[in-house]
Each structure stands twice: as C-alpha cells, then as structure tokens.
C-alpha cells in the first residue's frame, strides 16, 4: 500500500464550448489557473505545493479541463485547500494575463512544428465544418491575441459552475476521511453560470463523398490520413466494438494496417490507427508515413485493408491479440493514482464514471462479428476525409521503388 494519492477536478470546459472568436480560451485559463488569489500568490502556490511533496500538472482537451496534485496522502486535506483557492478565487491579473499570453503563443508555435499536431488539426478541421471539433484546443494565433480580460471572466462564469465540475480522488485515502476536507473546502464554491451554455452546433452528415485536401509543410515525409466520422460515448455498445476494431486495425507492430503496410509492402514507414472516446462523434483515424512518391499506393493499401475488415477478412489471433492489447493497456493505464485518476476524470466530464469502472467487462463482451458490423457501419468506403501533408514543393506522383522512407 503506497502512502499516495492523486487529487483532481474536471471541468466541463474545453474546445467544444468555445467559439472561432475565442479558440483557446478553455487552454489559456487553464494556464491562469495556480497565478494567484487573495489567499496565495503565484510563487506562494509553488511553494505550498512543493512544501508538502506535491507535483501539479493540468491538461486541456476538446470536452474537459482538468488539475491534478500528486502527493503524499498524509497532506490530503492540504492539498484539497490548494485546489479549492484556485477553483475558487482565481484573480486573473491583467499583468499574468499578458505574461501567460505569451507562454501560450510560444507553445502554439511549438505546436506548428509538429508533424502529429499539425496532422490532428488539419484532419479535425476538414471534417468538422460546424461542429466545434473542427478547432484545435490551443486555438489560431489570432484567436489567442485577441482574448480579453473580460472575456476571460465571462468564460469561467459560464463554464466554472459546480454543477460542471466533479471532484475526482484516488489513492491511499477513505471517503470518511476526505469528505468532511471536501465540503470544508469545496462547500464556499456556489457559482452560478450568469448566463446559459450555448447549443453546440451538431455536424451534418457528409454528403459529398471523400472530401480530400492536400497541403505543403516543412516536412520530409509524406503523411496520409483517412478520416471516418466514429461513433459518440453514448452510442454504445458501439464505442466498445470501435475501441477493439482499431486496435486490431492500427496498435502495435502486429495490427493489420502495420503488417500490410509496413512488413509486407513496404510502402510506409510507419501505420497506425487512432481513436480517442469523445462526448460527441469524432473520428476514426488512419495514418501512414511514407515517401512522397508511395501516396497513392499509400491510399489503395489503406482501403483495401479496410475491405478487408469490412468483409470479415481477419484471424481469431488477429482478433483477441486486439483486444488483449486493449485491456491490457487500460489495466497498466490505471496503475497508477494518476492514471486511474485520469480515466474516472474522464468519463465524468464526457458521461458517467461508471463509464469507466464498467468499461473492461463490456470490451470483453465484443465479438469478431460485432467488429465486422461496426467496421461496416462506421468504416463507409464511400464517404470519408482524405488528408496528405507534403514536403514543400512536392507532388506525389507514383515511382517504382519496393522501400520504406
């Protein structure tokens, strides 16, 4: 038994509530969050937090913001206080406004440079043409510079509420210990959004087929991303069946899309298939890496692969290596205070922390038969998103060569 515990809020505030006027701003008061209140000052947070052995770190994601301490359990109540001051009494100082302004553009900029980064937000954005998963978390340029002061306050108003926020704890604690801490400290937060959170526009189904962009970076690899429209949290049992159908699809050097790709034709040097649980419906993602000159080939290996699953065309060990893949993951994930922390945080910002303490026992409920109804359904060969990043200046026009970049 580890004398530790990870405390955290989630709030219901990220991408999805924002709009193109403010892009980023659920990210830039996340970085306002620890800069000071009438009880501490920015330094003082510091140093209550490495005085009782804690480490702090927040992330900011399209449907939740989220604060986390790790630290000793015999600082519990401590470090509830810390939380509670900040989600509280946040002042919001125009001169740390102006000072983590700039701490934001600079990882914008960083962001830019990233081949993954900017793949996600030029995939997002072309499938997402309503909805607010079309923005990036960190927002444009533009949008970052101009977010006011009062705009600030007038997004924590709205999205800070208690009604939004869930207190998450994990580690070597009791409910009888920490809850009387919680109502101490958490019982002052009583505000009330001034005003009601706005409908999110839902996106339309996409009618005109594959919708296909091509852009220039500064890269040296080609990258090709196919973009299907995934189910929601609340569509289930589908969310399970699409968790275990990309597993087998793009994870790990065994998947499909890898063996095919990578081992077999040597097309790309790296393939994988991603999908992230959203509130709403996101994407299915998948992605290789090639030369310039293999796109196309690239493209058809995808969508045969794709037929391939569509058509029931795997082994039983293609299958359960998949989902043990997946369950042992999310055991591993959870070892940790922190990383349970994270997935309960997770699904009580999306849907219900039931969500998560249920989840393994439903993906191991998931048939191969249910992957091919799911792949049927979701992976429609007829109407997707088509990305390709290129290297400056360059065209993708087919050659001969057998390898990998």
Not at 177 to 195: G, L
Not at 197 to 202: A, E, L, S, T, Y
Not at 305 to 314: A, M
Not at 356 to 377: C, E, F, G
């Amino acid at each position: 038994r580890n004398p530790l515990v990870t405390l955290s809020i989630v709030v219901k505030a990220g991408s999805r509530y924002e709009t193109p006027e403010i892009n980023g701003i659920s990210h830039f008061f996340e970085h306002l969050y620890f800069r000071g209140t009438k009880k501490r000052t920015n330094e003082q947070f510091k140093k209550d937090i490495e005085g009782i052995g804690g480490q702090t770190n927040a992330q900011t994601e399209k449907d939740r913001t989220w604060f986390y301490i790790n630290l000793p359990s015999c600082y519990a109540q401590q470090g509830l206080d810390i939380l509670a001051d900040a989600l509280i009494d946040a002042k919001l100082a125009p001169s740390d406004v102006a000072e983590e302004r700039k701490v934001v553009l600079d990882e914008y900029r960083i962001d830019l440079n990233s081949p993954g980064h900017m793949l996600d937000t030029e995939i997002f954005k072309l499938a997402f043409r309503r909805h607010p998963y079309g923005m990036s978390v960190i927002g444009t340029e533009k949008s970052i510079r101009g977010i006011t002061l009062p705009e600030l306050h007038a997004y924590r108003r709205r999205y800070y509420t208690p009604a939004r926020t869930t207190v998450v704890i994990v580690g070597d604690v009791t409910p009888r210990e920490v809850m009387p801490w919680i109502h101490e400290y958490f019982d002052p937060f009583t505000a009330k959004s001034t005003h009601p959170v706005p409908k999110i526009p839902q996106e339309p189904p996409q009618l005109e087929g594959i919708r296909e962009k091509v852009i220039h970076r500064d890269v040296s690899s080609a990258f090709v991303c196919m973009a299907f429209r995934s189910p929601s949290v609340q569509q289930q049992p589908d969310i399970y069946r699409t968790d275990v159908m990309s597993f087998m699809v793009g994870q790990g050097d065994g998947s499909i899309l890898n063996q095919e790709l990578v081992k077999k034709q040597k097309l790309a040097s790296q393939a994988s298939c991603m999908f992230q649980t959203q509130r709403d419906p996101g994407l299915i993602e998948l992605v290789a890496v090639c030369k310039p000159s293999h796109v196309e080939k690239v493209k058809a290996a995808m969508l045969a692969v794709i037929r391939q699953v569509r058509n029931g065309q795997f082994t039983q060990s293609e299958f359960d290596r998949a989902r043990l893949m997946l369950t042992d993951g999310t055991i591993y994930g959870e070892e940790t205070n922190n990383g349970m922390a994270d997935g309960l945080a997770l699904y009580a910002a999306i849907a219900t922390p039931q969500f998560d303490l249920t989840y393994l026992r439903h993906v191991a409920q998931v048939t191969p038969a249910d992957v091919v109804i799911n792949a049927r359904k979701y992976l429609d060969l007829n109407h997707y998103c088509l990305l390709v990043i290129l290297p400056q200046k360059q065209t993708p026009r087919p050659d001969t060569e057998d390898s990998g970049q």
